[in-house]
């Protein structure tokens, strides 16, 4: 298995695993025209984040973003990991555990993190144990969001 930072060539791969992940975790179908742009506009501004893709035998098995939040209180990044899909027939091979393992490899390569965040559906139970597992904690946090789009 190789861990590696997605590329354009990657767009399309990206985009496929982020409706499934949309319609796996939360039923919705996303545009695909709107997602592709998305995607784009992180490959092509690495200050946004960056993909990190898992590959095994020169195909795409699961990815991850991670976006940056500066912290006044750290002075440092919190490293946010979002859009995390590994496909279903390569789940519970710890490919999820080589990502989260590279995430932290890229953070110590580029000066450290304030920490590692992301969120989870309440009722993914799953990955909430695959998380806690790994070192992860769940915060005491609560998220509100006011959509716009």
């Given amino acids: 298995m190789i861990i590696r930072a997605g590329q354009h060539a990657d767009l399309h791969a990206l985009v496929h695993f982020n409706q499934a992940m949309a ?61 995390v899909y590994v496909r279903p027939q390569n789940r519970r091979q710890g490919i999820y555990g080589k990502l989260y393992q590279a995430v932290k490899d890229f953070a110590a390569a580029n000066g450290g993190t304030a920490s590692f965040r992301l969120y989870v559906e309440h009722d ?19 998220m509100y969001e006011e959509n716009t789009k």
């Fill in 23 to 83: 319609m796996e975790t939360e039923n919705l179908t996303l545009d695909t025209q709107k997602l592709t742009q998305g995607v784009e506009g992180l490959l092509t501004h690495p200050e946004r984040g960056v993909y990190l893709v898992a590959e095994i035998d020169g195909e795409i098995v699961g990815s991850l973003m991670v976006t940056y939040e500066w912290s006044d209180w750290r002075a440092s990044n919190y490293y946010w990991i979002q859009s």
């Fill in 124 to 142: 993914n139970t799953v990955a909430q144990k695959t998380y806690a597992a790994l070192g992860m904690q769940q915060s005491h946090y609560l």
